[in-house]
């Protein structure tokens, strides 16, 4: 654990990390366990020397590191051993041979969300990327799924990570000019025709109030446009933002400025979500996201306070669950418990975070829920599955949807609307009316 980094909030997590792994050393209740801490300093030179440290010192299985380059640096240490480490990375580019990632691997969270969307009829997305190689990594990954599920990735936006840059990018998603040039077009086509109907020399202004009684649909459609800026069918049903924290708080406003109302359009989102403060940000009411079942997080929240007085951090459950784990291994397998075939049990295991089944390939596959983001808290829409059987089964009726939306889509003219498109005039109600751009969150 970086118990020694330079950085505070670092320490602090380390602290958490450290404490949860006790807590569940004390709750499993063995003697026999020993639970070494090493230091990694928050470093990769600092992780190589925890590694051989423990090496030294006999340890079976390694918790940790926490980030990606330490991951990468212990891996030639590990290398030619039987020692496995259960890293709590999320970066799944350092996994390797006898190193699994407990972390919450966005890319798994994006699988399930997008199952989830697609499987309610929202199959075409739109997606606003952060700049760099994790938005590069995630843009790839949206691609693979919507496309492995039957949806469609129709536009896609890279912005930077300062909240005016973000403008552009917004904007270009929304199609704003586009539809501001539509609703232009469409109000000025409704005042000529006014014109010709209403008397002559009638005002401009008073065009509209003459011919209410003799052609009321005109006016109607008029009247609605009015209340709007912009006119045209948005081409996605969802947008996917795997964005957090402040950067999402300064992103997600600027979607309703630029006229995509989350009331159409569903926003979509990672773990990254699991955040109750993010209930007081009304454009992301009603937004899915994809994340563990949070009963059991409860739980283990109030028992860690319970023991140490504060609230845990969020990943205090991964480091909770890796020992875990490693106990019930020695306790099943009395030899040798941590080989391949152990910890790599089809069946998996489950944990404070739900079911967890580690890959020969490095990963930790898991059982997520989606949520959806309310205003006064979150709320269970799809509830994670409680055994890979059950993982598994949800996926082969994801997949054969996918080949029935493929079908549709070959069957399908090229011309035909597609589901949930229609005329937005129709009953239109501006989601915000600030004039103003949103301002940026410090």
Do not use: C
């Amino acid at each position: 654990m970086p118990l020694g980094s330079a950085n505070d909030d670092v320490r602090a997590l380390a602290e958490a990390l450290l404490q949860a792994a006790q807590l569940a050393l004390f709750d499993v209740g063995r003697s026999d366990l020993l639970l070494q801490v090493k230091d990694t300093k928050g470093t990769p030179a600092g992780a190589q020397m925890a590694a051989r440290a423990a090496l030294v010192s006999g340890t079976d299985i390694i918790i940790g590191p926490l980030f990606a380059t330490s991951v990468q640096a212990i891996a030639p240490v590990l290398a030619n051993t039987n020692v496995p480490a259960l890293a709590l990375s999320n970066d799944r580019s350092v996994a390797s041979r006898n190193i699994w990632l407990l972390g919450f691997i966005p890319e798994d969270n994006i699988d399930r969300a997008v199952a989830q969307t697609i499987g309610q009829g929202l199959t075409r997305f739109g997606a606003l990327l952060p700049e760099g190689t994790y938005g590069t990594r995630l843009g790839q990954t949206l691609s693979e799924r919507i496309s492995r599920y039957g949806g469609e990735l129709v536009q896609v936006e890279i912005y930077p990570p300062d909240a005016p840059g973000m403008f552009e990018p917004v904007k270009r998603l929304a199609q704003y000019e586009t539809r501001r040039n539509a609703h232009s077009d469409e109000m000025a086509r409704l005042e000529q025709e006014a014109a010709l109907l209403a008397p002559p020399d009638t005002p401009s202004e008073k065009l509209f109030e003459a011919i209410r009684d003799t052609a009321p649909e005109l006016v109607s459609k008029y009247e609605t446009l009015k209340r709007v800026e912009t006119l045209g069918e948005i081409p996605y049903d969802a947008v996917f933002m795997p964005e957090g924290g402040l950067a999402l708080r300064n992103l997600a406003p600027l979607l309703p400025y630029f006229d995509v109302d989350p009331r159409r359009v569903k926003f979509v989102g990672t773990g990254l979500w699991d955040d109750p403060k993010l209930g007081q940000e009304p454009p992301l009411h009603g937004g899915w996201y994809a994340a563990p079942d949070m009963q059991l997080w409860r739980k283990f929240s109030d028992h860690y306070t319970a023991n140490f007085q504060t609230r845990p951090a969020r990943l205090a459950s991964i480091a909770y669950d890796a020992v875990g784990l490693a106990a019930r291994l020695s306790a099943v397998h009395g030899r040798d418990p941590f080989r391949l075939e152990s910890l790599t049990d089809p069946n998996g295991f489950v944990g404070i975070d739900g079911i967890l089944r580690l890959t020969p390939d490095g990963l930790a596959e898991r059982g997520l829920a989606v949520h959806e983001i309310q205003r006064k808290k979150t709320v269970l829409i799809s509830p994670a599955p409680t055994s890979f059987v059950e993982r598994d089964r949800r996926m082969q009726a994801a997949l054969a949807l996918a080949a029935s939306l493929q079908n549709q889509r070959r069957a399908a003219p090229e011309d035909m609307m597609m589901p949930g498109q229609g005329d937005p005039s129709q009953n239109a109600v501006p989601f915000s009316t600030n004039a103003n751009p949103p301002a940026p969150r410090q």
